[in-house]
């Protein structure tokens, strides 16, 4: 998922400074747009589509980035940036999320950027999106899970992440090995997907957590959509809104 974003900053170093520290954080940017001033960033938005964030400075050569908001109707989260600390309240009086106080640190924009796109998912309905794709890739690999101790009556199989091929919501939850076996699991989806590396395990629907490799094909099935296919067969259909097949297609690219 790339983060469309508008940057509003009349300062060069400032400005070349959130754009290294954007090219190194853990999240993917699309900057759009660099405006400087109030009146160029009102006229902007006047006659442009809306950004998905923008980082903001509130001290411009023209004026007070607030009236940019005066100006126009900006419902798009924004994190303030600035090197006083007056303007908190009003800040947080607006759609900003963050308020960031220069110089502004890579940590800072990781932990602004988290709380982006947990409101992001709320406000799109995407639950099931909240915790995977840009606030996983913030954990090592070290803290993800690597065996799982399986229960099966009295009996307890131990098996390796590999051997996974997906978890399923069905009532309860369960696990089903590459072999075809399933097992009732003591975990939600939400609790898995932030124990499991995303690079290897994502979430194709609220109900179906999986293994990269377990997906057998990708079949269009109307335009911009997929229906997926796993091995061992999920007996459901698997049918991808147009966000997630896009999403899983710039996945394999």
Known sequence: MKIKTVIIEDEITALQHLQK???????????????????????????????DLIFMD??????????????????????????YDQYAIK???TT????LLKPITKEDVNISVSKFVEKFAIDNDSSFLKNIDLINQ???????????????????TPVNIEQ??????????????????????????????????PNHFIRLHRKLLTNISAIKSLKNYKPGRFVVELEPTYEDGIY?????????RNFYS
Do not use: C, M
């Not at 411009?60 to 994190?79: H, K, M, P, R, Y």
């Not at 991808?240 to 899983?248: D, K, V, Y």
């Open 21 to 51: 520290i954007l090219s190194q954080v853990s999240f993917d940017f699309d900057v759009i747009k660099v405006l400087s001033s109030v009146k160029t960033a009102t006229e902007w938005f006047q006659n442009n589509q809306k950004p």
């Open 164 to 197: 996974i091929a997906y978890f399923y919501r069905d009532e309860s939850v369960f696990v089903k090995l590459k072999n075809g076996d399933s097992y009732i699991i003591d975990e939600s989806l939400e609790q898995l997907q932030k124990e499991l590396n």
């Open 91 to 93: 800040a947080f009086k």
């Open 58 to 83: 509130i001290q411009l050569s023209d004026g007070i980035s607030f009236q940019i908001l005066e100006n126009v109707i900006i419902d798009t989260s924004i994190i303030f940036t600035t090197a």
């Open 138 to 156: 913030l954990k090592t690999k070290e803290h993800y899970k690597k065996r799982f101790l399986l229960k099966d009556g009295k009996k307890y």
């Open 240 to 248: 991808l809104s147009q966000e997630r097949s896009r999403w899983l």
């Open 96 to 99: 900003g999320i963050d308020y």
